[in-house]
């Protein structure tokens, strides 16, 4: 016998307050990356600092990513349909991988540009910045943290792959602008190439950044298993209930934010179909009200013969 049940007032609710608090989020940052981006322009050029002008373009394109990540959400949260009856959430994957590929692309140029820049002995020829870029570059430091910090506390909260993705890319600007920061202090010391080494670490880190958002979105794009911890609290959830004998299988796999469980169970076969189905129910609200992250839960009773 199989249990499905799939509470949809809960999902309702869930799925609502995902987006309110998804938007909610993305809208501040998109209004903070504005701001900081025609400040760190308007003291890029005043102060004569091409780091600090880069470093805002950078900002300028957080606004883009950030977009991607309301459409990526708002795709994701829509409820199931005919065509799609497993519902939407692997749409947010999508939208992590974009921001990771666009991560990687962030960090592959300021890499190259590095690199160009060691290579290049014409220092001399460079204009020293103005103290007015060093002042943004640390204002943008302090912001951009902020954002990363903020965005990484609801991207735990509400388990947003996509916003995960979105405040990475809000570090990689506040590493941006501490290599931009270490730039504006070494030509101001007479050290140009500082800013070069500097981007070089900082291309690093923004790289392996990129492929771990790129590798858990995939991983939750094509049905990899939960943790093992969460497979044994399921298990353990399961074999707590008197009526169940055996476990005889246990599956689960993740979609996009959410999980799907198949387990499959023993109980005393001479029990009445009722009964059998009263079990498999209890199991499944058990199950369901432990781990709110579980989407579908599927529950297959065996007749087991007592001796």
Same mark, same amino acid.
């Given at each position: 016998? $199989? ?26 940052? !998109? ?15 005043? @102060? %004569? ?6 470093? &805002?373009? %950078? ?10 990540? *309301? =459409? ?36 592959? =140029?300021?890499?190259i540009e590095a690199l160009k ?13 103005? +103290? ?5 570059? +640390?204002?943008? #430091? *302090? ?17 947003s792959s996509a916003l995960m @993705? ?13 290599? &931009?920061? =270490?730039? !504006? ?12 080494? &500097? ?7 923004? #790289? ?16 990899? @298993? ?7 609290? *399921?298990?353990?959830? #399961? +074999? ?43 199991? %499944?609200?058990? =199950?369901?009200?432990?781990?709110? $992250? *579980? $989407? ?12």
């Open positions: 016998m $199989k249990k499905q049940k799939d509470s949809i007032n809960m999902k309702n609710i869930h799925n609502d307050d995902f987006q309110k608090i998804a938007n909610k989020v993305s809208l501040i940052t !998109i209004i903070g990356n504005i701001i900081l981006s025609i400040v760190k322009l308007v003291a890029g050029i005043v @102060a %004569h600092s091409h780091a600090m002008i880069s470093d &805002a373009v %950078h900002s300028a394109s957080d606004v883009f990513s950030t977009f991607v990540v *309301i =459409i990526g959400i708002e795709f994701a949260s829509k409820q199931p349909d005919k065509e799609h009856p497993y519902g939407h959430e692997r749409l947010e994957c999508v939208a992590a991988i974009i921001l990771a590929m666009v991560l990687f692309v962030t960090g592959f =140029i300021i890499g820049s060691i290579s290049n002995n014409h220092y001399n020829a460079l204009e020293v910045p103005g +103290i007015l870029a060093l002042i943004a570059a +640390i204002i943008s #430091i *302090i912001s951009k943290e902020s954002m990363y910090w903020y965005t990484r506390y609801y991207a735990k909260k509400i388990d @993705a979105d405040a990475w890319h809000h570090r990689s600007d506040a590493f941006s602008s501490i290599g &931009a920061l =270490i730039g !504006i202090v070494g030509a101001r010391l007479g050290f140009p190439m500082m800013d070069s080494i &500097a981007s070089l670490a900082i291309f690093i880190f923004i #790289i392996k950044a990129a492929f771990d958002i790129f590798k858990d979105a995939m991983n939750k794009m094509v049905d990899h @298993a939960c943790d093992e911890e969460i497979e044994k609290q *399921i298990y353990n959830c #399961i +074999i707590n209930n008197d009526d169940v004998l055996n476990i005889d299988l246990l599956q689960t796999r993740i979609f996009g934010n959410k999980m799907y469980v198949d387990a499959e169970i023993q109980a005393d076969a001479s029990y009445t179909l009722q009964q059998a189905h009263d079990i498999a129910e209890t199991v %499944h609200n058990d =199950i369901e009200l432990k781990f709110p $992250k *579980i $989407k579908h839960i599927m529950i297959h009773v065996n007749p087991k013969q007592k001796i």
